[in-house]
């Protein structure tokens, strides 16, 4: 089969290329897209399925009506610290896995950068990421200067584990498990002189 024969040809398919060219709402990025696809519609005096398709999704985000939702939503999340504040703690969680990692560097690294709505919504309407608030705004089990003991499972300790320690310091850092008791603290375990950062799930209460 020919390429010829595996094109699509839309009607109008070549003024709504350049109506999406003469868009005051257009990328440079996005313009070198449509302009490559003008080149091969020239060319073959049609589309694979494939470029029309994503041709289609620049053509609808380019119209006003899109970007004047594009720009309520922008002006919402701009204008509201929690989702900021919950965007920021996620960004923080993402970039130490394989999901949203591209995002999650945006967000840490280009004050300027605005997630689109349905990005944001993937990146906080899940469980995991729910979790991760939580744990994040949850009251600490342990409070400063209190004596624990470090869990006999916690990761990274041998050989302090069933060492006591003293809190140093509540929410040392950035939550990143997903899971129950993942706020993390500054301890210090008895007999060193070195500090030591530990999830709430791995330490216990001193029985009295």
């Not at 119209?63 to 920021?88: R, Y």
């Not at 709505?117 to 993937?122: E, F, G, L, R």
């Not at 990143?176 to 210090?188: D, F, Q, R």
Request: proline letters at 3%.
């Amino acid at each position: 089969m020919s390429i010829s024969q595996q094109l699509f040809r839309e009607k109008n398919l070549s003024e709504r290329i350049e109506n999406v060219l003469a868009s005051l709402f257009i990328s440079d990025t996005t313009k070198n897209f449509v302009i490559s696809i003008k080149d091969f519609f020239s060319k073959y005096d049609g589309l694979t399925i494939k470029q029309l398709n994503a041709f289609e999704k620049v053509e609808s985000a380019c119209n006003p009506q899109s970007q004047e939702l594009m720009e309520k939503w922008k002006q919402t999340f701009l204008s509201s610290n929690e989702m900021k504040i919950n965007l920021k703690i996620l960004a923080n969680y993402y970039i130490k896995t394989s999901y949203f990692k591209e995002y999650a560097t945006k967000i840490l690294f280009d004050n300027s950068f605005v997630p689109t709505k349905k990005q944001y919504d993937s990146m906080i309407n899940n469980k995991y990421a729910q979790k991760v608030i939580k744990a994040t705004f949850e009251n600490p089990k342990y409070q400063e200067r209190d004596m624990v003991c470090i869990s006999k499972n916690a990761p990274f300790c041998y050989p302090l584990q069933n060492h006591m320690a003293f809190i140093i310091k509540t929410d040392y850092e950035c939550v990143t498990s997903a899971v129950k008791g993942a706020k993390k603290y500054l301890i210090l375990p008895f007999g060193s002189d070195k500090t030591l950062v530990i999830e709430e799930r791995y330490l216990k209460k001193i029985k009295s």
